[in-house]
């Protein structure tokens, strides 16, 4: 069963149709939507301040999803739309990530920045904090930088097959 902890009054809350590996770990102030997926070793730690996750998004095996505290200078939220993949051992602190986006294996999405609807962002890709990318784009790199445009068949070929593969695996484990 997947570690589900209540810290500093706030205890996740998990949408309908969601499947939750039992070595995924969700702590605090972390809300997900319907029939999402959160993968073996993922950890979302909504300990410092506040996590969203729209639905139909996937959170695959290793992912790290974190925050920078409410009570800091410059704090951050990690706020995750609807049908959004994110990869193996991906890290997402504190970013905002639109519907409809993949984020790839390895790669690290920081502080403040804005994944806007669309994007693509290769495995082992660094967005730095603060950083604003552009929609529908494919953005690879270190730091991240857009490589080019996504195409409608890529939108539908990579980003939203994967977002339906993900609740098509997920049904295998209810």
Not at 57 to 74: E, F, R
Not at 99 to 119: E, Y
Not at 133 to 160: C, H
């Amino acid at each position: 069963m997947a570690i589900v902890r209540k810290i500093r009054g706030h205890e996740p809350q998990v949408g309908e149709g969601t499947f939750l590996a039992e070595t995924a770990v969700l702590l605090g102030d972390v809300t997900i939507g319907k029939d999402c997926s959160i993968w073996y070793g993922a950890v979302l730690r909504g300990d410092v301040n506040k996590i969203t996750i729209g639905d139909r998004t996937n959170i695959q095996d290793g992912a790290v999803i974190h925050t920078l505290y409410d009570g800091s200078k410059n704090p951050s939220q990690t706020h995750i739309g609807s049908d959004v993949s994110v990869g193996h051992n991906a890290t997402i602190h504190g970013a905002i990530i639109e519907d409809n986006c993949l984020i790839g294996m390895g790669s690290t999405v920081l502080d403040n920045a804005h994944v806007p609807s669309g994007c693509i962002i290769a495995a082992n890709a660094l967005v730095l904090s603060n950083q604003k990318l552009e929609p529908n784009s494919v953005y690879a790199g270190v730091p991240a930088k857009k490589v080019k445009e996504v195409t409608p068949e890529q939108r539908e070929e990579i980003i939203r097959r994967t977002a339906r593969d993900y609740m098509h695996y997920a049904s295998w484990y209810k």
